[in-house]
């Protein structure tokens, strides 16, 4: 059954690596964003042993710096980076799918929520009739009916949930993580637990998403007081079922607190400040959206229920859910998932008081942990309806004249209820959701004219030697914008000084400059600008620089060429008339 599972669920991520290359199209223009560059970005100078020249708004993760960066050295392309999302992506699915496959069919069911009905009729043991031993198999083939449909669910639902489907093609962290998160459960899940196997996925993961310390610290938290819990009352509380023993949860926080150290040795090469990654979100903020009040906690707990009470059907799943797996004694997959929900809660509260920057994308996690739940919801109610589609097809019962053929041809319904519900439950489905292909189609466009205009714009720049690291300041200083010479787009900054050779201290962030106060603050004559209205932001931004002589904070630029097809242009910043 175990190799049955995992073949299933192998085939379901190749399905849904499938899917999303269909979706993402990863041999044509690359797709990758800011994120995605930054890591090369931060490759190359690590490798160099030359600290980071100025600021750039990512946060450092070393997972995908080394994988990343290894790529493209090895590749030069850096559709490499979009594969690489795409395997990780089909290896999350799987993953994801043998995790509440093991974690609701492994779980203690001599104490598990099984069918009423058949739940009176007890174990061969007890009773030793041979229609109780039937019945008895009944109970293990609904729950395994039901374990099933969890993993299809999981499965259908990543694979057709079009945000994620944009976090793949934009080779984002969040990929990875999600893989190595999913490693984990299935490593701390079924009958033989693999506590390191566990903690170095959550060392992987924290090295590619910091929320995974949360998970982890999480963990130390719940053994911790479950100890003193149990210390006091003089006996276990979660019954005799198999957890994880002492030393387990020491290799295994011990383990993904390692995360810890080797981030800041990471930013300490790469800036010399070792907690460089934990003030990319305030000095982001303060440059991308300056002024950004700080939110009072009960006004954002009001913004955050009111979007998810936008996705009332899977909060509504995700309870059931936790209901399901606290009932069945499933603490493995509760206290993780339930420690990724909550403690992106928290997060997110923390980052709306403190006034920092929160992109939408920061939601992701809990829709992941919520989404999550929901699959042992579905588990437990389709192992309930189970149950008692085999009860009822018993030779005593309502629907004996249909036998077992009536019961499967329920249970097949009842799966296909399943994968349509899994397909809806996230929103529209990638493969038809016209947002997906309007968000791919201006990155497309931006990769093909800045391949073809990688010369020209590199040629305007003179050959400028990155500096030193001992004669570069700790922290990645902002770059001064009097010493720029070319200004691009943020999504193109980064592979623009990789591709090209440039540092960042003469290749500027366009947006950075129009959103200074005043804007365009240090520009002057001479300094050129490029300009792609795919995705150059915000509509202001574009607006300005659409115009062939546009003003720019009381100096003007001249427009010296000029692509019709694609609007994309080069000014020259001049005097002022």
């Known amino acids: ?72 050295q090895l590749t030069s392309d850096w559709r490499v980076l979009t594969w690489i999302a795409l395997a990780c992506f089909g290896l999350a699915v799987a993953l994801a799918a043998l995790f509440v496959w093991r974690a609701w069919a492994g779980a203690d ?9 058949s739940a009176r009729v007890g174990t061969a043991a007890e009773v030793g009739a041979p229609g109780e031993v039937g019945a008895e198999v009944e109970v293990g083939v609904a729950a395994a009916v039901g374990a099933a449909a969890g993993a299809v669910f999981i499965a259908v639902a990543l694979a057709s949930w079009s945000d994620l489907a944009l976090e793949v093609s934009r080779a984002n962290s969040l990929v990875p993580s999600l893989a190595c998160w999913a490693a984990a459960g299935v490593a701390l899940s079924g009958p033989r637990r693999r506590p390191g196997i566990a903690g170095i996925a959550l060392l992987l993961g924290g090295l590619a998403r910091f929320e995974t310390i949360g998970i982890v610290v999480a963990i130390l938290g719940v053994a911790a007081l479950l100890r003193v819990a149990e210390a006091i009352a003089g006996r276990r509380l979660l019954g005799d079922g198999p957890r994880c023993a002492r030393r387990d949860v020491v290799l ?54 009111g979007r998810l009470a936008g996705q009332w059907p899977l909060v509504a799943l995700a309870g059931v859910g936790a209901l399901a797996l606290a009932a069945r004694r499933a ?24 006034g920092i920057y929160i992109s939408n994308r920061y939601d992701e996690p809990l829709d992941l942990a919520l989404l999550g739940l929901a699959g042992f919801a579905v588990a437990a109610l389709v192992e309930l309806a189970a149950g008692r589609l085999l009860d009822l097809a018993r030779p005593d019962r309502l629907l004996a004249p249909l036998g077992r053929l009536g019961a499967m041809a329920g249970l097949a319904a009842t799966l296909v209820v399943t994968v349509a519900a899994a397909g809806g439950i996230m929103g529209s489905p990638a493969a038809w959701d016209p947002t997906v292909a309007a968000t791919l189609a201006p990155i497309r466009s931006a990769s093909v004219d800045l391949d ?30 009097h010493a720029i010479e070319l200004f691009v787009p943020s999504t193109l900054r980064s592979r623009l000084a990789v591709a090209a050779g440039l540092p960042l201290t003469v290749v500027g962030d366009t947006f950075a400059a129009y959103m200074a106060r005043p804007s365009w603050a240090g520009l002057h004559p001479g300094q050129w600008l490029y300009h792609d209205p795919a995705v150059d932001r915000p509509t202001a931004l574009t607006r300005a620089l659409d115009a062939d002589s546009p003003d720019l904070g009381g100096l003007a630029a001249r427009t010296l060429w000029f692509d019709a097809t694609s609007g994309v242009r080069l000014l020259r910043v001049v005097a002022a008339r």
């Open 109 to 117: 069911r001599g104490r598990a929520a099984v069918p009423r009905a």
């Open 452 to 481: 073809a205009n990688l010369a020209r714009l590199a040629a305007l720049v003179p050959a400028t030697p990155l500096a030193s690291t001992a004669s570069r300041p700790a922290g990645a200083p902002p770059a001064d914008p």
């Open 252 to 305: 295994i926080v011990g383990l993904g607190l390692l995360a810890i150290p080797v981030a800041c040795l990471h930013d300490w090469l790469l800036t010399g400040d070792p907690l460089y990654w934990t003030a990319v979100p305030a000095r982001y903020t303060a440059i991308y959206a300056p002024g950004l009040a700080p939110t009072p906690l009960v006004a954002y707990l009001g913004t955050l229920a």
């Open 331 to 354: 603490y493995v997959p509760l206290v993780g998932l339930g420690s990724l929900a909550v403690g992106m809660i928290v997060l997110l509260c923390g980052l709306a008081v403190r």
């Open 1 to 72: 059954m175990r190799r049955t599972a995992g073949l299933a669920a192998s085939l379901a991520g190749l399905a849904a690596a499938l899917a999303a290359a269909f979706v993402i199209a990863p041999l044509g223009p690359t797709t990758i964003d800011p994120d995605a560059s930054a890591s090369v970005l931060y490759f190359e100078r690590l490798v160099a042993g030359r600290r980071l020249e100025a600021f750039v708004p990512t946060t450092p993760k070393p997972l995908l710096t080394v994988v990343d960066g290894l790529a493209w």
